[in-house]
């Protein structure tokens, strides 16, 4: 088959979907990645073929969410967002029309999902949607966009329909920029005022989720067209070897801490950057600190620091005593996977739901939302992650769990069924 993926965001949000395209292209498929173009190394040092939904992902953040983001208001950001959607759907169309040519599946998740139905239908080619963190409506739990909003304990109806809701505040945030891709480049006719869930989910459309059914047990009522198939790791690209100064650096003591906040900006790196140094020093540990997008920088870091750049987590992280990082998706899948404690400092949007998620699982303590941050409670989780052995036990038990898993293999399985159900 020739499949093209649609994946928009942030690096955690693009890599799992180069995992599975890489999955696929050592299955025997084609894989076309439309991305926006900060990742353009990264897919085709994989041996994808990239094509540019265009803009620059981190440019736009930073001119955009950086002053909000740290307050955690999705509501706000959703609204900031929605308006740098408008600038980059007409691109994304045109260039979509000429990645999707000739495919046989168009595959997307959240990021990419209006376009992706958008092409599909234009083109008559059939669509499957992949997600990072449940979308599908169930009253087990509450939707993880709206378990930062104050709410006491949801009955099952409201569970419902707290993914009712939190689906139409995403889709109305594209809605406007979805219109101009369809009428102004597709020559297509607007999509419904309440965006395609509904059909989708009255059509049977089938849908894969890429996390492990260790984090959430798929609910009991979801139907059987709904699939866990478990997380898809990128491991590092063949001939990639860590920085020689890291791994001095990590072989001259105890298993330092890992301190990251990934693609989450930070209106003052340098007052962050001090936050995190005194709460190392506090609990007395070692640590690497990612800088990320964040710009987290020291001139004169102490010799118990080392700051990285990009770094494969599935190399560092097994490596770390415990992580400290902002519980998005991909980089908690990547700490539960390396059985080290998590230390979830959640901004906005899935964050804080998987923050009680690790809570909950006993592989990490509550997590501290970052307007909350301070030197005290940092230094306090630093220490209960690398003190408490029941903890410690719980995460390794869960990262030797989710280790036995191979998520891109059974994803990769069921994307072959779903084309050939023979």
């Known amino acids: 088959m020739q499949i093209t993926i649609i994946a928009g965001g942030s690096r955690g949000d693009i890599q799992p979907y180069v995992a599975l395209g890489t999955g696929l292209k050592e299955a025997g498929h084609t894989v076309r990645v439309l991305a926006p173009q900060d990742y353009q190394d990264l897919i085709t040092t994989y041996g994808l073929e990239f094509f540019d939904m265009g803009g620059g992902v981190q440019t736009m953040a930073q001119s955009q969410i950086q002053d909000i983001v740290e307050q955690g208001n999705i509501l706000k950001i959703l609204a900031v967002t929605g308006k740098g959607a408008q600038q980059l759907a007409l691109q994304s169309a045109v260039n979509g029309l000429v990645a999707c040519e000739g ?59 707290s993914h009712r809701f939190a689906q139409q505040m995403m889709w109305q945030m594209l809605r406007s920029a979805d219109n101009k891709a369809r009428t102004q480049v597709l020559q297509m006719a607007p999509a419904s005022f309440w965006g395609p869930f509904a059909s989708l989910q009255q059509n049977s459309q089938p849908i894969i989720y890429g996390y492990s059914p260790q984090v959430i047990s798929p609910p009991a009522d979801w139907p059987h067209y709904i699939h866990v198939t478990g997380y898809w790791f990128l491991e590092p690209p063949a001939g990639w070897e860590p920085p020689n100064d890291l791994v001095h650096f990590l072989q001259a003591g105890p298993a330092p801490v890992y301190v990251g906040f990934g693609s989450m900006l930070s209106r003052k790196p340098e007052e962050t950057t001090d936050l995190v140094l005194k709460a190392l020093a506090r609990s007395g540990q070692r640590a690497v600190l990612s800088s990320g997008w964040g710009g987290l920088k020291k001139e004169d870091l102490p010799e118990t620091v080392f700051m990285v750049g990009s770094i494969p987590h599935s190399w560092l992280f097994p490596k770390m005593a415990a992580v400290v990082h902002h519980g998005g998706a991909g980089t908690t899948g990547a700490g539960l996977r390396a059985g080290i404690p998590s230390i979830i400092t959640p901004f906005f949007g899935d964050q804080p739901f998987w923050g009680q998620r690790v809570c909950a699982l006993g592989v990490g303590p509550q997590p501290i939302p970052r307007r909350d941050l301070t030197v005290n409670n940092l230094a306090e989780a630093i ?19 989710i280790r036995a898993e191979n998520g891109i293999a059974q994803a990769v399985a069921v994307i072959e069924k779903i084309r050939n159900p023979k």
């Open 103 to 161: 495919s046989d599946l168009i595959l997307a998740g959240f990021a990419g999902l209006s376009n992706g139905l958008a092409l599909a239908e234009k083109l008559g080619i059939p669509f499957l949607q992949a997600h990072l963190m449940p979308f599908t409506p169930t009253s087990e739990f509450p939707s993880v966009l709206t378990s930062q909003l104050p709410q006491t304990r949801l009955t099952r109806w409201a569970n419902g329909l």
């Open 383 to 401: 220490q209960c992650a690398i003190t408490d052995r029941t903890m410690q036990k719980n995460a390794a038990n869960v990262g030797e769990r």
